[in-house]
């Protein structure tokens, strides 16, 4: 279960994403190899950014605690891979790696749950850091979290953002994450259905979750008020329709299913 979300106590993950998103000073010169650009980011960034994730709070001697700190890194990911990857009037940005940060964060309870806390701040502070690190090796894309919300698809609903459908009810509204899961099981890339399937439990958990809540109004990053429960939804629809423009076709090189490529100027 979700912890029932608060007053802000102490630095928030929101806020040290808000900090990094700032520096300027993070940026590399980025080559074609994307694996030679995130190790120049660890040799070049790293101390900075493992400086960074020291001002995120962590008092994990509580359970709930280490579960509300899991739940701020699955939004900041979530952040980084859609919102970064999405611009009005453009294609969204599916980028490759950045969905990978989504993915994984799926299984930090799981691999907490055995350790000491001193163990699980460690991996949660390294796991920070090397989200970062993937952010900034992707060309550290900025974004703009009220222009997502303000701009994005006029069939999410508060109502439909979880994925449950209460039971008896006969509204002609069909619940939106019964064609996106049914998208990812059929598809041919096993990729989409492993991001659905951290979104759609992402929305299972948060997904009732209104927007004005201190414990993210009252971080330093801007639009963290304005984000809901409906998030996770917005970003399963922009990445089933990123998929939708390829039916039919024949998946080649030159038409890749995911974006691999640094983020367009125009998108940046």
Known sequence: MPHIPSGKKGTHAFDVLARVLKDDALGIPLVSDEIANFETTISAKGEALFRYTNHWTLNLSDPKELRRKIEELQWMNTIIYAVSGSRPG??????????????SSLF???????????????????????????????????????????SDDESVHPDSASTSTPPGDLSSTPNPWFAIIQQALFHQDDHLCKIQRALAYFAALYGTRVGGLPDFSQTELPGAEKLDGTFFLRAAQLTAKHFELYRGKVYTADLPLWDRGRLPEDHV
Do not use: C
């Open 108 to 150: 930090l309870l799981s691999l907490t749950n055995f350790l000491s806390t001193t163990s699980q701040a460690l991996l949660l502070r390294s796991y920070m850091a090397v989200s970062f690190a993937w952010w900034i090796s992707r060309g550290h894309p900025s974004f703009d979290i009220r222009k997502f919300l303000e």
């Open 90 to 103: 453009k294609r969204f940005h599916a980028d490759f790696f950045l969905m990978h940060l989504v993915t």
